[in-house]
C-alpha cells in the first residue's frame, strides 16, 4: 500500500495519495481541492548528512547576507530558499506558500494583514 506523490494540475499543489492497491490505483483525487488532472512525479528523497556539514556549507554562503534589504521581500525569500536548500529538510507547505508570496511582493508590504512593517513588532 503505497504512498504517490502528484502534482495537481488544477491547484497547481503537490501532494501524497494513499493508494490501497498497486495492481488497481484507480483514479485519485487531489485531497486539497478534489481535482483529478494528477500528474505522478518523483518522490522526494532524503541524503543523510552530518549537522557539521551543513552548518559548515550555511555559514560559508553567509557572505549573501552581506549588504541584504531586510526591507525587500523577495530578497529575504532568496536567502530563506538557500537556507532551507542548505539544511536538507522539508519545510512544508506553509513555508513554500510564505516564500511564493515574498516573491511575488505580496508579503509584507504595510498594512497588507500579513505581518507588514509595524505589525506584532514587540513579540
Do not use: H, Q, W
Not at 16 to 21: A, D, E, L, P
Not at 78 to 86: Q, Y
Request: hydrophobic share 30%; with cysteine; glycine share 14%.
Amino acid at each position: 500500500m503505497p504512498i504517490y506523490e502528484y502534482l495537481c494540475g488544477d491547484c497547481r499543489k503537490r501532494v501524497s495519495v494513499f493508494i490501497r492497491s498497486i495492481s488497481n490505483p484507480g483514479n485519485p483525487a487531489c485531497p486539497r481541492c478534489g481535482g483529478t488532472k494528477l500528474e505522478r512525479v518523483m518522490s522526494r528523497f532524503a541524503v543523510v548528512r552530518s549537522e557539521d556539514d551543513r552548518m559548515d556549507d550555511l555559514t560559508d554562503d553567509m557572505g549573501d547576507l552581506e549588504g541584504l534589504d531586510e526591507d525587500d521581500p523577495r530578497a529575504v525569500a532568496k536567502v530563506m530558499r538557500k537556507m532551507k536548500g542548505e539544511l536538507g529538510e522539508d519545510a512544508g507547505d506553509d513555508f513554500e506558500e510564505a516564500v511564493e508570496a515574498m516573491e511575488s511582493g505580496e508579503f509584507g508590504e504595510e498594512g497588507d494583514g500579513e505581518g507588514g512593517a509595524g505589525e506584532d513588532d514587540d513579540l
